[in-house]
């Protein structure tokens, strides 16, 4: 843990390399971020992740929904994903699904992909494998804008979480 004092006298290099990996695949976040410094509070730098991403134009916002693996996916059972990723999957049982279970989220994954292009975002940190099946569904039948905002809500949600695990309140 680091506090936020800390955090607002890290060089941007030194805190690429804390918080560089908070957005999936996307240090820019991070950088971008960055620049907003210094931040009053824990939730004030929350509240700038977020706001990159909600300042983002269309197409970024794309490319980091699509740098997220999909949950319980090829990649996620391969050990091929992210650190932080991979124990929010774990953290919630992902990494040790039934045949069964793997069969329905690779179904639903499929399904979300060709529908909207993208790979289906949720913060699973609390949440339950029913949960995350039922949001599946639910969210399968919004229209295309509506779900990239849903997706990227859910990013923020992720920002949060990896965010208070690293820093003090």
């Known amino acids: ?11 941007l290099d030194d805190f690429l390399a804390r918080f560089g990996d908070v957005a999936e695949h996307s240090p820019w976040v991070a950088a ?6 210094p ?13 990159v991403v909600q300042a983002a134009p269309h197409e970024a916002g794309l490319d980091l929904i699509r740098a997220h693996p999909d949950l319980a996916g090829r990649a996620a059972r391969a050990g091929d994903i992210a650190e ?15 045949e ?5 989220f690779t179904d639903l994954n499929g399904r979300y992909r060709a529908t909207f292009g993208f790979p289906f975002i949720f913060a699973v940190k609390g949440a339950t494998k029913a949960m995350i099946l039922d949001a599946f569904v639910v969210r399968l039948a919004n ?19 990896r965010l208070e ?5």
């Open 1 to 11: 843990m680091i506090d936020i004092a800390a955090v607002n006298a890290l060089s």
């Open 32 to 37: 971008a971020a960055a620049a907003r410094r």
């Open 39 to 51: 931040f009053a509070s824990r939730e004030a730098m929350i509240e700038a992740f977020a706001g």
């Open 84 to 98: 932080d990723s991979r124990r929010e999957q774990a953290g919630v049982g992902l990494d040790s699904l039934t």
């Open 100 to 104: 069964a279970e793997y069969a329905r």
């Open 143 to 161: 229209d295309p804008e509506t779900e990239f905002e849903t997706a990227l809500a859910q990013i923020c949600r992720i920002f949060r979480f």
């Open 165 to 169: 695990d690293r820093v003090a309140p």
